[in-house]
Every structure is written in structure tokens, then in C-alpha cells.
């Protein structure tokens, strides 16, 4: 049976901000934006509707949840709830404290709502956990490096050597010995020419980068599509079936993970929360469009996910929230 396809993280936080806002009783319904998002893509009702049966199959849980832990969430949603543009009087404690209860929930059954994974690591032959750098040796002597909270399937057989990545990242360094290697990520493919290279799934698109060598990109795995040629110090992006121009990088900086550090330049902040997300044991929710969009140009030790947010935070200016060790709210 094939998989349902779920969607990306990006997605189920677009869906929970909308479900969550249109559950509030004070008036902070926009149902005309609420409809264009959902005719935006053909995806969203699905993961729409998906994040509405978690809330109504949490309900009951959600409110035992909240009477066990009220003195702890009462004064996380005393911070949390701090008026911004509307008045605390107008605000409905109740439906906070139930939506508190169902993050928890969801955070302590199965880490965010991410069937994705569990199906994914089904498949997979190797599989990194959140903060987890791996160093592994395949069958044909290659070397890879899997990066935070990532997992593959490896397929050797007599004709080629292919590599599926499930999610996250991986880097390599291939052995030549005739037969062709190939990484596969969502549709599309890079093949290997002889070469030392990330690949790295994002929710949005996918990457490619070179350190040393070649590596041809297809944005589909059909041989008459087009291909990007990519050599050392260089890099391109593909989503549902389009290949973007290859970009300049620092290599070095891109693959710096590996040495435990991570190196930003004029990226946004939502991006970096991304990667960051990816050594930190839950999940960091960013929940502010307009903040998600401002570049930073930044380099941390991947090691601190919490020392990294505190400096973003000072130069930024953002609010911050942990909660119980699983959930890092940002706005």
C-alpha cells in the first residue's frame, strides 16, 4: 500500500496556526484568508483536516491533561498570552489552556504529528535522532555523513548503487568503481560524477551542494529531463519538478555541520529555526510570518540549540517560550 502523501512541517504549522486561530472565540477569525489559503494548494484541506481530527480526537485527553498540569500551564499561558494587539480581558483562558494541553499531548504521543517519520524509518536502513551526527561506511566503501534527525535507504545491486533520502541530510564521499551512484530525494536525483557532496531536504525544496568533483541534477528521474552540472563550490535548489539555476556557496560553511557548527549567511530566520530544529530533542514552532522572513548571517556551535536561540533572540529581538523541554514557541 502506498503511503498517504503527508505533508511538510512547513504545512502542518500553516495548518495548526489556522485551526488553532479559527477555534478562539474572540473574533480573531479571518474566514476570507482562511479560503484562500485552502485554495492555494490542492494539499491543504488534507492537512487541514488532519490537524482538525487531532484536536477532536485530543479534546478529552487535552482537558485531563490541563486539570493535571494546570499550575504549570497556567503560568506558561500567563507568559505565553501576553496581550499584543488584543486586550487579555477579551481573550478566552480556557481555549488557551486546552490548546496548551493539546500540544503536549500531541508532543508526548508522537512528537508533533509526524506520521511521516515513523513511516519513513520504516523504510530506512539508517536513521539519526535529533542532535545526532552519524559517520557511516557503505558496503562499496563510500562514506556518508548523516546529519540531525535524518534518516535513508541504501539499495546496491549489480547495476547501480542508489541512495533514497527519507528526510534531513546526508553528505558523501564516493568510491569509483564503475557502477553508476545515485541519491534520490522526493522526485528528483542527483548522480554522482566523482565527488564529495549534501544532499538536503527541505520542506520546501531540496538541495544540492558540491565541495569537490561533479554532480549532475535532475529535478525528476526521467533521462531526457533537464540537468544542472554542478562543480566544487556550487549549488541548486528543485521542487515539484523544476530545477532552479545553479547558485555560488561556500561549500565549506554549507557542510560545516559536520564539524558540529552551523553557518547561516542572509538566510531567514525561518530556515535557520529549521536546521536548528534538527538538534533539538522536540520541536521549535515559529509562529510569526513577518519574522520568519528576516535574513540573518550568523555561525553557532550545533551542539546548543538553546545558547544559539539567546543570541538569535538578543540581536533579534523575538520572544521565546519553552515548554517542559519539548516544545520551543517563538513570536
Known sequence: MTPPPFMSTAQEREAWRWLLQRQAPDGLRDEPAFERWLAADPRHPQVYAQAEAVWTLSAAPAARLAQEESAALAG???R???PRRTPRRHRAPAWS???AACLLLAL???GWWQPEHWLGDLRADYVSAPGEVRELTLADGSQLVLDGDSALAVHFDAQQRQIELLRGAASFQVVRNGLPFVVRAEAGEARVLGTEFEVRRLPRETR????SGQVAVRAGEA?????????AGQRVAFANGRLAAPEVVDSSAALAWRQGWLAFYQAPLGEVLERLGDYYPGRIILLDA??????VTVSFPSTDPHAAL???QAVLGFQQRELFGRLIVVH
Open 223 to 231: 533521462a531526457d529531463l533537464p540537468q544542472a552540472v554542478l562543480h
Open 310 to 312: 539567546n543570541s538569535l
Open 80 to 82: 505565553m498570552d501576553a
Open 290 to 295: 513577518e519574522l520568519a522572513a528576516r535574513r
Open 97 to 99: 489552556l486546552a490548546t
Open 208 to 211: 544540492v551542494t558540491v565541495a
Open 108 to 110: 508526548w504521543t508522537g
Open 76 to 78: 506558561y499561558l500567563a
